[in-house]
């Protein structure tokens, strides 16, 4: 099994930046691509970036694009969510997530892909 700590969460100004770690550890070689998803208070949960293991390939959801990036350390496995420009629209419980090789760019998004989740790390931006 593979296990997914989270950390960096906490509160921060609107404006500003903040960044998210995920360390893996058990089965890690099962890990092809790890992805961020957030949840706030009363909203759905939704994808937020992924990058996938060999290539580093990114992914970022439209709400997200220019402000947020992800990066992967392959020899670690671990991954960073860089999150710069912070909204309040941003506050919520970020969740890091891993997936298997069978995937592909058109379900990187969603959350069936994943096999393994992270307990979430709490981010909140004041106005």
């Known amino acids: 099994q593979v296990q997914l700590i989270e950390s960096g969460g906490r509160l921060v100004q609107a404006g500003e930046s903040l960044r998210l770690s995920c360390a893996a550890s058990?089965?890690?070689?099962?890990?092809?691509?790890m992805g961020w998803f957030r949840q706030a208070p009363g909203k759905e949960r939704e994808f937020v970036a992924a990058v996938s293991w060999t290539a580093a390939t990114t992914y970022y959801a439209d709400s997200v694009k220019g402000r947020f990036t992800i990066y992967r350390d392959a020899g670690k496995t671990t991954n960073d969510l860089q999150m710069d420009s912070l909204e309040p629209e941003d506050t919520a419980v970020y969740y890091c997530?891993?997936?298997?090789?069978?995937?592909?760019?058109?379900?990187?998004?969603?959350?069936?892909?994943?096999?393994?989740w992270g307990r979430g790390t709490q981010v909140t931006v004041s106005s």
């Open positions: 058990g089965r890690t070689n099962n890990i092809y691509f």
């Open positions: 997530a891993s997936g298997g090789p069978n995937w592909i760019d058109e379900r990187i998004t969603e959350e069936n892909s994943y096999f393994t």
